[in-house]
């Protein structure tokens, strides 16, 4: 069945949100054991052989499901993070409310581990400033209703290799279908992030958003403004890393989510002069970033830094706002209009990113050479003294990047490739299988809180 981006006008079913589970059997769907990680395995059995369930869950499921390969293998177990722990020595605990266990495996793979729960710390009542003791762990049904989207509610168990399902997951799944789970407009407020994670995988999969999210979306979008910048900026570069940037952008366009996020953009793409064209660029270098992300394989691993696709977002706003393309200024006036742009990218896209200063500096060095790079991209070749400069190669991968989408020559897909396995940086900025100073330290620092009570609270100690 073809499954196209837009809104789906179904009614939703009067028993959604039943607790009773669909189970799936083996003979009726296509996941298979061999089609796990081997080190997902791995963890599963260990679960099992030490009396504990665990479930190979979310993103990973969904993706078994419609025949593709996921990125992540994540787990949920009855088992507590302090059990964990212990169970899986080459491992560390991260986050602070709900904690997580990593299990690490050599090349630095990582397998996330995480005890089922009953409510998302997004979810508390109004005027509960602590989620309550009775309300930190919590049973399967519990954890599938907790979660944002049914299509990534579902669980697998390799016992009796069956698929459960609690929340309408599979048939949305198979009607191609993004729902938030629950009451969308109560979710969406209590968790305006939501309403991107809905959008995302929206784009990825190609699925239609079901009708009352849909609307929920369009009516709490500005409810983003209250959410921390921090996990704004996280989970836009979640949109523009995942290989659907273009379809994610039609799709905030057309809920209003784009212009929630930059508003610097609902004047430039309205009636002005020039804004159908602003748009169409912006458009097809999100598109051209789509196509290198298209390209990843084991042989091949991207590089396109975090700023360099911010700067990509910020490129038709600032083309507009300082006429960047006609300028060709040197010395002290360039350095002056260079200041002017650094400023500009401060006032609309630091605080509402919480971008760092070198971040924006990135930025301004890309944007304020791109015209000098236009002016020598006809040319036989680059001149010498422009090939001596630190900044040569990340502003050719720029320009490149713009001259694709703007219909020009294809970017050579060679300057995107990551100069060295990158694998292992996971490992390397934890401090895991570095110095003994760091493992002492950090294995002081991630140590859990652990009760054996049934509804005890992890990670409150000295509490």
Not at 174 to 187: E, K, L, N, Y
Not at 367 to 376: E, I, K, M, Q, S
């Amino acid at each position: 069945m073809s499954k196209s981006v837009g809104v789906d006008r179904k009614k939703r079913p009067d028993n959604f949100g039943s607790v009773e589970p669909v189970i799936i059997p083996e003979g009726e769907h296509s996941i298979r054991v061999q089609d796990l990680d081997r080190e997902a395995l791995k963890v599963l059995y260990r679960l099992r052989d030490a009396g504990f369930s665990g479930y190979l869950v979310g993103g990973g499921v969904r993706d078994l499901y419609l025949g593709r390969k996921p990125k992540d293998f994540d787990i949920s177990t009855d088992a507590r993070p302090g059990q964990l722990r212990k169970l899986f020595r080459n491992s560390r605990t991260i986050g602070r409310r709900f904690r997580l266990v990593q299990v690490f495996f050599r090349g630095g793979k990582i397998i996330e581990v995480s005890t089922l729960r009953s409510r998302s710390e997004y979810d508390m009542a109004e005027g509960e400033k602590v989620l309550p003791s009775n309300n930190t762990f919590g049973t399967l049904p519990e954890d599938a209703l907790r979660r944002d989207l049914t299509i990534n509610s579902l669980f697998y168990e390799i016992e009796n290799r069956t698929i459960i399902d609690y929340v309408g997951g599979i048939r949305d799944l198979d009607q191609g279908i993004v729902r938030i789970v629950g009451d969308p407009d109560v979710r969406v407020t209590r968790d305006p992030v939501r309403m991107l994670r809905a959008v995302r995988h929206a784009a990825r999969s190609g699925f239609r958003i079901e009708r009352e999210t849909w609307q929920a979306i369009i009516s709490n979008r500005d409810k983003l403004n209250l959410c921390p910048a921090s996990r704004i900026r996280d989970e836009l570069l979640k949109d523009l890393h995942g290989g659907a940037s273009r379809p994610w952008a039609c799709l905030a366009l057309d809920s209003g989510i784009f212009f929630t996020l930059f508003p610097c953009y609902l004047e430039l793409f309205g009636n002005t002069p020039g804004g159908a064209a602003r748009r169409e660029l912006l458009l097809g270098l999100l598109g051209t970033v789509d196509r290198l992300q298209a390209r990843i394989d084991d042989s091949f691993l991207l590089d396109i830094p975090d700023y360099m696709l911010l700067a990509v977002l910020a490129l038709p706003w600032i083309d507009a706002r300082f006429d960047l393309l006609e300028h060709r200024l040197k010395g002290a006036s360039l350095y002056a209009y260079s200041r002017d742009i650094r400023a500009a990218l401060s006032d609309v896209f630091a605080e509402r990113f919480n971008l760092r200063r070198m971040t924006l500096e990135s930025m301004t060095t890309l944007l304020v050479n791109l015209p000098v790079f236009a002016g020598h991209g006809g040319t036989k070749g680059w001149p010498s003294w422009l090939r001596k400069k630190s900044y040569f190669r990340d502003c050719l991968r720029f320009y490149q990047l713009f001259e694709e989408a703007r219909g020009g020559g294809r970017a050579d897909d060679n300057l995107f490739r990551s100069r060295q396995n990158t694998s292992e940086e996971p490992l390397r900025r934890s401090g895991v299988n570095g110095g003994a100073k760091n493992r002492s330290r950090g294995r002081r620092g991630m140590q859990p809180a652990f009760t054996s009570k049934k509804n005890g609270v992890f990670g409150l100690r000295g509490m």
